[in-house]
């Protein structure tokens, strides 16, 4: 990656609170906890989902100027959505920690030098992982999640027409 593509993905990285939090706008509480399908994630649970990533992402970041070489973990999302409980968590404190965690991360690497972006980590299943993969990950995390809402909402105003016909 370049340096201009690496500094354009970072304004992009740390616009996606407000990219976020201008998303919602789009989607009524009503359907937050509408489920497109069993195996599928309402609103509310991408909100969840999206602080728990973030968590993660803010350790990974870390690791990768502090500890490289460091292995990391993954987690499996899925089994989180259920076992954590996400619809009895508060999408409210979620948004806030996403915005706290993201604009920390943000901060950190918007000026790092060149030579801290060959870091590298040890991940299970992706084998070396770069810090430019990192990125360019989470700089696109948030808006893929806004367009699964987006389908969300398609489907739950698509069964309202339906139960009505």
Known sequence: MTHAERKQKIETYGRAYEQLTAALKEFPREMWQFKPAPNRWSVHEIIIHLADSEASSF??????????????????????????????????????LFKCLRRASYHLIKDLPESAWSAKLIHPEHGDYTFDRWLEIYEGHTGGHINQMRRNLEAWKSRGSAARA
């Open 59 to 96: 350790l990974r970041c870390r690791f990768f100027l502090a500890e490289p070489g460091k292995a990391v973990m993954p987690y499996d999302q899925d089994v989180w959505t259920q076992k954590l409980n996400y619809h009895a968590q508060s999408t409210d404190e979620a948004i806030e």
